[in-house]
């Protein structure tokens, strides 16, 4: 991808508007059909696959995409915003692979890489099995060693999104019977390799949202697999997957930014032709602050999930904390935005066949789901409290990686993030969380910038703010107990609050410009307005906060110059 090029998220735009049209694969009645038939959106997935999208899953080196993390979030977060279903449906594959990208050899990661590049195989990512919640150690599926070489699958995973329909599906197998942390392993399975009878389909689940994903699962009865199947060394399971859910659980953000595109667009129509009390909706002002409000939340989400992406290229050893801020904290904002802009719209929100073919509660249902994907924001707000003593002590100093910040704002190396190194990742992270703790120097950057006049003079003094709650969390941190098996409940609201300076953060961030762009410090104040609406009761925003961000709010957001960083 080039400065003058459109990368992959550009196209998909454009194939997808023009398949919205009436009888088009995305258009809102097809939508609403399959919807109601719970049927596997196949033409959809095969439109994607056309635009090449699965490029995106495949790391650059081995011929993917070139914009890394970030073009992953950008396309599927396009797809999203027309359907959350296909997305879901299609962006699996990503999840199915990425750890064969971190521990597979290079011959593996060479044949995925063409499998999913060249020939759009679906891969699944089986974790779950029935009773064991999100309990990794707990799983019963057990690979057990043939005399002659290979090893043989028995047992069940479920529920596994496209569990059926996958071709090749990556599986933590119990290796030692006594289990533990280095009782588990990865395999990656060829289900058109495996003999019949030894492995079979579980009926696609009936579900509350994403109706027509393939949500089922799969039975293995003694399935023999070869040693090439093994993914990593014996043992190195749960830690691969650890590894790579920092990275999935950052890409499932792109699922929440696109249903929330979707939510405010189809509000803001609804309210432009909806006629009370002799006027239309948009003009009255309680009307217009909430859609100005849920566009400032959406921006706060976009700002969290950017930065997260990037971080997996800038700040891959801080991923632990990163991608736990971002899974928690970008679907709670947009569900809480989604849940405002149903109350707005009233009775159409809540219809089938109301406003737009009912597509606002199609995606009010479908959008519930991302909260639990690969972690539920519980399990995830318990993995940050565990790291609450380095955070609190971290931001005490103001530690913070520099270097990485500055790559991270696209302000170093020409513009271009680092390449995402894998082996870089660590299921803890010993320098805390940069981009918060960084908030001091941000805060002195801006009020230089802002004497200067190259930022608006608020935008320093809602950053300073944001600062005075980040210390107020780490305070809140450090007088917690130290954590143990059982969290405490109060550090799950603590967490809920760091989520909050997090995305904040990463607004102040991201208003550090490499170029002068007045339209992005508008967008990224309401952001911070936002953010302190949320953190602080009482705290109001100016009643022309989110004045400007009304327009845009009809059309989809463009593509901004600072998501638009290659990887070198």
Request: charged share 20%; with cysteine.
């Given at each position: 991808?080039?400065?003058?090029?459109?990368?992959?998220?550009?196209?998909?735009?454009?194939?997808l508007?023009?398949?919205?049209?009436?009888?088009?694969?995305?258009?809102?009645?097809?939508s609403?059909?399959?919807?109601?038939?719970?049927?596997?959106?196949?033409?959809?997935?095969?439109?994607?696959?056309?635009?090449?999208?699965?490029?995106?899953?495949?790391?650059?080196?081995?011929?993917?995409?070139?914009?890394?993390?970030?073009?992953?979030?950008?396309?599927?977060?396009?797809?999203a915003?027309?359907?959350?279903?296909?997305?879901?449906?299609?962006?699996?594959?990503?999840?199915?692979a990425?750890?064969?990208?971190?521990?597979?050899?290079?011959?593996?990661?060479a044949?995925?890489?063409?499998?999913?590049?060249?020939?759009?195989?679906?891969?699944?990512?089986?974790?779950?099995?029935?009773?064991?919640?999100?309990?990794?150690?707990?799983?019963?599926?057990?690979?057990?060693?043939?005399?002659?070489?290979?090893?043989?699958?028995?047992?069940?995973?479920?529920?596994?999104?496209?569990?059926?329909?996958?071709?090749?599906?990556?599986?933590?197998?119990?290796?030692s019977p006594?289990g533990?942390?280095?009782?588990?392993?990865?395999f990656?399975?060829?289900?058109?390799?495996?003999?019949?009878?030894?492995?079979?389909?579980?009926?696609?689940?009936?579900?509350?949202?994403?109706?027509?994903?393939?949500?089922?699962?799969?039975?293995?009865?003694?399935a023999?697999?070869?040693?090439?199947?093994?993914?990593g060394?014996?043992?190195?399971?749960?830690?691969?997957?650890l590894?790579?859910?920092?990275?999935?659980r950052?890409?499932?953000?792109?699922?929440?930014?696109g249903?929330?595109?979707?939510?405010?667009?189809?509000?803001?129509?609804f309210?432009?032709?909806?006629?009370l009390?002799?006027?239309?909706?948009?003009?009255?002002p309680?009307?217009?602050?909430v859609?100005?409000?849920a566009?400032?939340?959406?921006?706060?989400?976009?700002?969290?999930?950017?930065?997260?992406?990037?971080?997996a290229?800038?700040?891959?050893?801080?991923?632990?904390?990163?991608?736990?801020?971002?899974?928690?904290?970008?679907?709670?904002?947009?569900?809480?935005t989604?849940?405002?802009?149903a109350?707005?719209?009233?009775?159409?929100?809540?219809?089938?066949?109301?406003?737009?073919?009912?597509?606002?509660?199609?995606?009010?249902?479908?959008h519930?789901?991302?909260?639990?994907?690969?972690?539920?924001?519980?399990?995830n707000r318990?993995?940050?409290a565990a790291?609450?003593?380095?955070?609190?002590?971290l931001?005490?100093?103001?530690?913070?990686?520099?270097?990485?910040?500055?790559?991270?704002?696209?302000?170093?190396?020409?513009?271009?993030?680092?390449?995402l190194?894998?082996?870089?990742?660590?299921?803890?992270?010993?320098?805390?969380?940069?981009?918060?703790q960084?908030?001091?120097?941000?805060?002195?950057?801006?009020?230089?910038?802002?004497?200067?006049?190259?930022?608006?003079?608020?935008?320093?003094?809602?950053?300073?703010?944001?600062?005075?709650?980040?210390?107020a969390?780490?305070?809140?941190?450090?007088?917690?107990?130290?954590?143990?098996?059982?969290?405490?409940?109060?550090?799950?609201?603590?967490?809920?609050?760091?989520?909050l300076?997090f995305?904040?953060?990463?607004a102040?961030?991201?208003?550090?410009?490499?170029?002068?762009d007045?339209?992005?410090a508008v967008?990224?104040?309401?952001?911070l307005?936002?953010?302190?609406?949320?953190?602080?009761?009482?705290?109001?925003?100016?009643?022309d906060?989110?004045?400007?961000?009304?327009v845009?709010?009809?059309?989809?957001?463009?593509?901004?110059?600072?998501?638009?960083?290659?990887?070198?």
């Open positions: 991808m080039t400065r003058g090029s459109p990368g992959l998220a550009q196209v998909l735009d454009a194939a508007d023009a398949a919205a049209g009436a009888g088009g694969p995305f258009s809102p009645a097809r609403a059909r399959l919807d109601a038939l719970e049927e596997f959106p196949a033409e959809e997935c095969a439109l994607l696959d056309a635009c090449g999208i699965a490029r995106a899953y495949v790391p650059a080196e081995l011929g993917g995409a070139p914009g890394g993390l970030p073009e992953l979030v950008a396309s599927l977060r396009t797809v915003r027309r359907d959350l279903t296909v997305a879901v449906a299609h962006g699996k594959t990503f999840l199915g990425v750890c064969t990208w971190i521990a597979g050899d290079q011959e593996q990661r044949t995925l890489a063409r499998q999913v590049r060249d020939e759009g195989t679906v891969v699944s990512w089986g974790l779950t099995e029935p009773g064991r919640g999100s309990d990794l150690l707990a799983g019963q599926l057990a690979a057990r060693p043939m005399p002659g070489g290979g090893w043989r699958l028995s047992g069940v995973k479920w529920p596994v999104n496209n569990a059926t329909r996958g071709r090749l599906i990556c599986v933590l197998a119990r290796t006594e533990g942390p280095r009782g588990f392993s990865l990656l399975v060829d289900k058109d390799r495996l003999p019949a009878g030894s492995w079979q389909p579980l009926p696609k689940e009936p579900t509350h949202g994403i109706r027509g994903a393939d949500i089922s699962g799969i039975r293995f009865e003694g023999p697999v070869p040693n090439a199947a093994l993914i060394r014996v043992g190195d399971g749960v830690e691969t997957v590894r790579a859910l920092q990275l999935t950052t890409v499932c953000a792109s699922l929440s930014l249903a929330g595109d979707h939510a405010l667009r189809l509000a803001y129509a309210a432009r032709q909806r006629r009390y002799g006027a239309t909706l948009i003009t009255l309680l009307a217009r602050r859609l100005g409000r566009a400032a939340s959406l921006e706060l989400a976009r700002a969290a999930s950017l930065v997260g992406a990037r971080a290229h800038c700040l891959p050893g801080e991923m632990s904390v990163v991608s736990a801020l971002v899974k928690a904290g970008v679907p709670h904002v947009v569900q809480q989604i849940d405002e802009l109350e707005l719209m009233g009775a159409r929100g809540f219809l089938v066949n109301g406003h737009a073919d009912g597509m606002f509660q199609k995606l009010e249902r479908d519930r789901v991302v909260a639990v994907f690969d972690g539920s924001t519980a399990v318990a993995a940050l790291q609450f003593p380095t955070l609190a002590r931001q005490r100093t103001g530690a913070h990686d520099v270097p990485a910040l500055a790559a991270l704002r696209g302000t170093r190396g020409a513009g271009r993030l680092p390449a190194d894998p082996a870089a990742l660590r299921l803890t992270s010993r320098r805390g969380c940069s981009v918060v960084g908030l001091p120097a941000a805060v002195d950057r801006l009020a230089r910038l802002a004497r200067d006049g190259l930022v608006p003079s608020r935008a320093h003094l809602l950053a300073r703010a944001v600062h005075e709650e980040a210390t969390v780490a305070e809140a941190m450090a007088a917690l107990p130290p954590a143990s098996r059982a969290t405490p409940a109060a550090a799950f609201d603590v967490a809920r609050r760091y989520e300076c995305a904040a953060a990463s102040v961030q991201l208003l550090i410009p490499p170029a002068r007045a339209a992005r967008w990224l104040m309401a952001a307005e936002r953010a302190l609406e949320l953190l602080r009761p009482g705290h109001e925003a100016p009643d906060a989110y004045e400007p961000l009304l845009p709010a009809a059309a989809p957001p463009p593509a901004r110059r600072d998501e638009e960083v290659p990887v070198r």
